[in-house]
């Protein structure tokens, strides 16, 4: 699943999951809203003209928790895929996706001089209960 700039307000999308997987991965590449990519105008409506952002030589995480709550279910380390490109992928660990319901996760950037950057915008997952 590949999700092009993170740019809205509220949330971008709504991931379908089911409980108890492993083996998806959310793949985010992270852009600039406000700098046109190399040899493109920057158009506000057009996620593909925007630049992306260098993540390489930082890290970058997502918190999860419940719809509703404010207590962080888990973090997320981010694998960097393509740093250039502000490419990253996240992994589910073994209770991330432990139980169903609505859950929503919150990305930042943090550069090799220890500061962040929080995306304003939040990823939606809702998990449905596994039959078995």
Request: a negative charge.
């Amino acid at each position: 699943m590949q999700i092009e700039g993170i740019y809205l307000m509220a949330y971008l999308t709504t991931i379908d999951l089911v409980q108890g997987d492993r083996l998806p991965e959310i793949q985010v590449s992270l852009k600039d809203s406000n700098s046109a990519a190399s040899g493109r105008s920057l158009d506000p409506d057009d996620p593909t003209s925007f630049s992306p952002i260098n993540i390489a030589s930082g890290s970058v995480r997502m918190r999860l928790r419940k719809l509703g709550e404010t207590t962080i279910k888990e973090t997320l380390l981010g694998t960097i895929t393509n740093g250039s490109s502000g490419d990253v992928t996240f992994l589910f660990g073994e209770n991330t996706l432990s139980e169903a319901g609505l859950f929503e996760g919150e990305i930042e950037f943090t550069n090799a001089d220890g500061r962040t950057q929080t995306v304003v915008d939040l990823l939606k997952f809702k998990v449905r209960a596994q039959f078995g």
